[in-house]
Structure formats: structure tokens, C-alpha cells
């Protein structure tokens, strides 16, 4: 929250693996790094990352909104069951994980694989989308950042259109979450039109599923503006933005209007519009593409940035000139921030 650091989860290989002719050993390389930032937005020296466990690939983080007394939190991969550990960083410096950590869902056959997690506006909650149950699980936050399952939790049976939850967001202004839904599980790449479910929560953290709204294929990113106005999505298979203003006394959502391209390459091995973010000042969002393709071609094709600016009044976001070529030759980012 202080802008001072960057945190990211580094997703090693596959516990057990293989080793090949070249490589007798396996190692995981499961863990999150840490840069601090500097003024002009570049990045110092990296600090020292913290190892999440061998059978563990972190994938999803969030961080308590809150200059003091801030806490991350990391989804994980865990084998056979996903978990999420808690995080205390003082300084940049991560440290050990909290007292319990990690956290498994409960039960703890359900919480696999939480992708994509949320803090609520409150503070009080973190949600976590389970892409593979599915189900949406739930978390309070105590006084010192551990965490502890709700006793309602995982909400798999709020709705019995949760297919493939994948990404979640909190209103910032309201008690509600919306989760997207892919409508197709991983890896393989969805084929129809997928969802965004809201849901409500009171003093307990329980979700009340409300209602469904219809978006494009591949709902992967889900991000809503600092001021709780509008909320967008981006299918990634479609390579589209959709967009929606947010009723902040009943949560509920009214389309901007039609989708927009992202203009980014359509391809069939990484799809396009993978992930998105708002500005601080709510007037742009900036979509990642993972346009490559990532397979194909020596180095692998780079993949893109949208910059779309946001009509204060309608919230429909349109497009402001062509992607920018990111630096780097990975195609496929999955990331922004």
C-alpha cells in the first residue's frame, strides 16, 4: 500500500517431477520475491524471497489495503489441495509465514486451486477463488494477519452455475465480491461465453449468492476502479474488455455496453486479455495480453499492453491507440499491476 514494493509469486515446477538427462536434481524454485520501488518507478536491488514449500506453487496474491499493520496473502497450488499463507512484511521484508500457516480450506478437499484472491473492503475477509473444486472459500483476518476458515466456508454450493471460478474482486466501497467463471475447466481454453457472480457478505463474512451477468469467453481478469463505480472484465479468448457500472447500495451491475477489443493479435495457443488493472485515478485500465504465440516460433513471440480510457460518465472503457510490446519474450503474461 505504501508503493514501495513489489511482491511476486514465482511458480516452480511440478512436485514430483522428473529429472531429465541434464538435470539429475529437481528444484522447485517455489517462493515470492520481493524489489523495493523507486521514485522514478524502476526497480532496486531484489530482496530475499521467501520459500513457500516444495509441494506449493504460489500463484495468486493480495495485500491488506492498509499502510500499517499491512499483510500478504498467497494462494498456492498445494499437492494434493490448495492452500494460502499469511505474510507480515515490515520494511519489504517478508519474513516467516504467520502462526497456522498455510491455511488449508475447509474441508480441505475443496480449495484447489486457489488462483485468484481478494481482501474485502473492510479488511476483516480474504476470498479466494478455487478454480478446480469449484468453490469459493473464505477467510477472517485476525488481529495479527493469521487467518482463520469460516465456518460456512467454501461456499461450493451458492450458485450451480460455479463451474471454474477464476478470478475475484472486492467492491471497495461495499460488502461484495464478484467472482468470474470460466464455464470451462482449466487448462483447456474455454469454448463458451462465461460469467461474473455477485455475491453479498455480512458481519460474519458468509457469501449470499445475488445473481449472474453474462460476459465474453475466458472471463481471466476481473478488476474494479478505486472509487467502486465500475468493474471490468476481460475474456480472454475473445481478446475483450467488458464493462459495467456497479449500484453501490445493492451491488448489482448494468453493462456499459458492448464489449471492446483489446487490439491484440488473436491466437489460439495463449489467449489475449488476460489480466487488467485501473489507475489510481480511475480515468485508465491497462489490459495484459498474452497475444504470443508462445510456441512456434525462437524466441517466443512478446506479448502486449492495452491502455483504454475510461468515460467518467458511462464508464465505458475505449481504446487509446495500438498495444504496446512489453518487454519481455515469454509470451503468455498472466500479470499486471
Known amino acids: 500500500p505504501t508503493g514501495n514494493f513489489l511482491y511476486v509469486a514465482n511458480h516452480g515446477i511440478p512436485i514430483p517431477c522428473t529429472p531429465t538427462p541434464t538435470a539429475t536434481t529437481c528444484t522447485p524454485g517455489n517462493d515470492v520475491a520481493v524489489w523495493a520501488i523507486n521514485a522514478n518507478g524502476t526497480l532496486g536491488t531484489e530482496g530475499p524471497a521467501v520459500t513457500i514449500s516444495a509441494t506449493n506453487q504460489p500463484v495468486g496474491l493480495a495485500v491488506t489495503p492498509a499502510t500499517t499493520g499491512a499483510f500478504l496473502y498467497v494462494g498456492s497450488n498445494d499437492n494434493p489441495n490448495g492452500t ?31 488462483y ?18 469449484p468453490s469459493v472459500t473464505g477467510y ?89 463505480q465500475f468493474l471490468y472484465v476481460s475474456n480472454g479468448v475473445d481478446g475483450t474488455v467488458s464493462g459495467f457500472t456497479i449500484d453501490p447500495t445493492a451491488g448489482t451491475l448494468i453493462s456499459t455496453g458492448a464489449a471492446v477489443l483489446t487490439g491484440a493479435s488473436s491466437v489460439t ?57 512489453a518487454s519481455n519474450t515469454g509470451g503468455g503474461t498472466t500479470a499486471i499491476a
Open 269 to 325: 495457443v495463449a489467449a489475449p486479455a488476460t489480466a487488467l488493472v485501473v489507475d489510481p485515478s480511475s480515468q485508465y485500465l491497462y489490459v495484459a495480453n498474452g497475444d504470443g504465440p508462445t510456441t512456434g516460433s525462437s524466441p517466443p513471440a512478446g506479448s502486449t499492453i492495452s491502455v483504454m480510457a475510461i468515460d467518467q460518465a458511462t464508464g465505458q472503457p475505449a481504446l487509446v491507440g495500438a498495444p504496446v510490446p
Open 116 to 133: 485468484n484472491l481478494a481482501v474485502d473492503s473492510t479488511k476483516q475477509f480474504v476470498y479466494a477463488a478455487n478454480v478446480d473444486d
Open 84 to 114: 494460502v499463507e499469511a505474510l507480515h512484511p515490515v520494511a519489504g521484508v517478508l519474513g516467516a509465514q504467520l502462526a497456522g500457516s498455510p491455511y488449508a480450506a475447509t474441508p480441505p478437499a475443496l480449495g484447489n486451486v486457489p
Open 140 to 228: 477472517s483476518i485476525g488481529a495479527s494477519g493469521a487467518l482463520t476458515a469460516l465456518a460456512s466456508s467454501p461456499f461450493s454450493v451458492a450458485t450451480a452455475s460455479l463451474i471454474a471460478p477464476y478470478g475475484v474482486a472486492a467492491s471497495p466501497i461495499g460488502q461484495f465480491i464478484y467472482v468470474t467463471d470460466l464455464h470451462q475447466a482449466p487448462p483447456t481454453l474455454p469454448a463458451g461465453a462465461g460469467s461474473v457472480d455477485l455475491y453479498s457478505y455480512d458481519g460474519t463474512g458468509a457469501l449470499t449468492f445475488v445473481t449472474t451477468y453474462p460476459v465474453g469467453t475466458g472471463p481471466y481478469g476481473i478488476a474494479i476502479d478505486p472509487s467502486g
